[in-house]
């Protein structure tokens, strides 16, 4: 007979660092913008939609605000107030006590640029990364995601063709990646810090990956090795079917765990963990419409599709009504 781990090395334990999942199904970072409140602050469907994902390996939350500047979208929900830390903590003792574990993802997401930005600016922005991460912890979080994916302000510093800067923010492109990554493992004791980057992001020309881009990034991954991080989350290649090279690259060079992203399934995401190149996978269209993703994999059921109108609105429709598989 073969054990259900051969079949889904998915299935299996896996520690990242101080993370002890108890599978390696991770639920990715996904906006849903459910806040659709003044003090942009969860609510008690939040609790809901996530409580019902706690049997993943390990939640990241949807990108939340650091700061009242870092804002870049509606209805979003922040951690930098007393009132967002006190609704985030109802959030995160139900997962705990449907036995789950959930990280923050931390998020700057708001309009400065690194041309706009004085080193005030820089030295603030990082107080406030410092200051999100310390809520969460507060808020009973077992740990923080850096967000440093797509074309927002980390991604947008540690790009050439987009960070010109003459200072030492831009003749070392990585410093205020790494300087964050400092800041929030502090209240962390130097531990449970995730960062979440996105190497081959093409979504606009000037971030195309190109191959100067690319080895770039493999200089801040051996970099981050010198820094505080629990795990490497990596989106890969956007290719239509997941690009195991892609994220294979980066493996290499990142001594740590790392959670690959982009284009899984159950199949291709038991074969990258099965061949080493990954830790754990992470999954975010699934997880919006399959509660019980892991059950999923673990009976074979089929997956269901979302509906994409609901994604970024809507209150309980397309949140937190898609049934368990029966
Ligand atoms: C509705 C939606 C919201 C997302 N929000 C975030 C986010 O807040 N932070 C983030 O890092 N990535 C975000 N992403 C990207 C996903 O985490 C993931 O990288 C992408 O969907 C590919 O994974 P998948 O193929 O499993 O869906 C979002 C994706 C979707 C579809």
Redesign the pocket.
Same mark, same amino acid.
């Given at each position: 007979m073969t054990d259900i781990t051969t079949r889904h090395a998915l299935l299996e334990p896996v520690d990242l660092r101080d993370f002890h999942l108890p599978n390696r199904v991770v639920m990715?970072?996904?906006? /849903?913008a459910r806040a659709a409140n003044d003090l942009l602050v969860p609510t008690e469907l939040h609790a809901a939609y996530y409580g019902q994902r706690a049997s993943a390996g390990l939640i990241?939350? $949807?990108?939340?605000w650091i700061s009242e500047r870092s804002i870049g979208f509606v209805d979003?929900p922040g951690i930098y107030r007393a009132e967002q830390v006190t609704a985030w903590r109802r959030v995160t003792d139900v997962v705990h006590a449907l036995g789950g574990r959930i990280v923050q993802?931390l998020?700057h997401g708001g309009p400065e640029t690194p041309a706009g930005m004085s080193a005030a600016d820089i030295k603030a922005t990082i107080a406030d990364f410092a200051a999100a991460a310390e809520n969460a912890r507060r808020a009973g979080f077992d740990g923080v $995601?850096v #967000?440093a994916?797509?074309q927002f302000l980390l991604p947008q510093f540690l790009n050439a063709k987009v960070n010109r800067r003459t200072d030492g923010y831009g003749s070392a492109r990585g410093k205020l990646l790494y300087e964050v990554v400092d800041a929030v493992a502090e209240p962390w004791d130097g531990r449970r810090v995730g960062v /979440?980057l996105?190497p081959y992001w093409s979504t606009t020309e000037n971030f195309a990956p190109d191959e100067e881009t690319l080895t770039a990034y493999d200089e801040y991954v051996t970099t981050l090795n010198d820094h505080p991080v629990a795990y490497l989350?990596l989106?890969g290649r $956007?290719t239509g079917s997941?690009d195991f090279a892609s994220i294979d690259r980066y493996r290499r060079q990142f001594d740590g765990p790392l959670i690959a992203?982009?284009? %899984?399934d159950r199949e291709s995401a038991n074969a990258v963990v099965a061949a080493g190149i990954a830790d754990a996978?992470? %999954?975010?269209? #699934?997880?919006?419409a399959n509660p019980d993703l892991v059950a999923r994999f673990a009976l074979d059921r089929e997956l269901a599709s979302g509906d994409?109108a609901t994604?970024?609105r809507g209150g309980a429709g397309g949140y937190v009504d898609y049934p368990e598989s029966r």
């Open positions: 990715a970072p996904i906006t /849903r990241v939350t $949807e990108g939340t979003v993802q998020w $995601e #967000h994916v797509g /979440r996105s989350h989106r $956007e997941p992203n982009l284009g %899984f996978v992470s %999954f975010a269209t #699934h997880y919006i994409p994604y970024y």
